[in-house]
């Protein structure tokens, strides 16, 4: 639990700013405004070195005819470990293997090594009854089970929540949901599975 909490106060951090711009507005059609972008400037350096997605646009429903809209200035997909993904997004991650571990993953924009790939979807629907909903679909190319952990950048309370994950079995596709619009989601500490290891509460 203790990793997870850092993820949660060191993105919580990171958004702060753009948070109290949304607070600050009203609420029909909010708009943070390209100088209140999700993610800070300090990533020019970081984007020579790895992967980063141009600045993008990010407009997520409420729900009762509301939405939340933001620019995500240029960022990495990965970033100490961490996965990025906003709503709208697939994105393609490989793992490395490290005596039977995981190591650090990696951005890779097409699946070369088709049994170390992770394939990342997120969306948020938007139903015509009823509140939003974050939707995250993992398919696993790898012959093995992987764990990970996640939080979500919640849209209506603008900080960074910690959400439940379950293991991905090998060579399947697995869907996380969760009860809340969120504006991004990160991934981390992605995790190799026994196969006679118990799966947590609520996973099947």
């Keep these: 639990m203790g990793d997870r909490a850092d993820m949660v106060r060191d993105r ?10 949304a607070l600050a507005l009203g609420c029909g059609g909010r708009d943070t405004g390209p100088s209140d972008a999700l993610h800070d400037d300090g990533v020019g350096s970081i984007c020579e070195e790895v992967p980063c997605r141009p600045g993008t646009r990010v407009i997520v429903p409420l729900g009762r005819g509301q939405h939340v809209e933001t620019t995500v200035r240029r960022s990495p997909y990965v970033e100490r470990g961490e996965v990025s993904i906003l709503p709208g997004e697939t994105i393609l991650v490989e793992l490395d293997f490290d005596g039977g571990e995981i190591g650090t993953p990696r951005y890779v924009p097409e699946a070369s090594l088709p049994d170390r790939t992770l394939r990342l979807s997120l969306g948020v629907d938007d139903p015509p ?5 974050t939707l995250l679909r993992v398919q696993n190319d790898l012959d093995r089970a992987v764990s990970y952990e996640a939080g979500a950048m919640s849209a209506e309370e603008w900080r960074l929540v910690a959400v439940s994950t379950c293991p991905v079995g090998a060579g399947s596709v697995a869907f996380e949901v969760w009860p809340f619009p969120a504006l991004e989601a990160r991934l981390r500490s992605f995790r190799l599975v ?7 509460e609520g996973c099947e």
């Design 12 to 21: 919580g951090r990171l958004f702060a700013a753009a948070a109290a711009a």
């Design 129 to 133: 009854s009823g509140l939003p909903r």
């Design 194 to 200: 026994d196969p006679e290891e118990p799966l947590p």
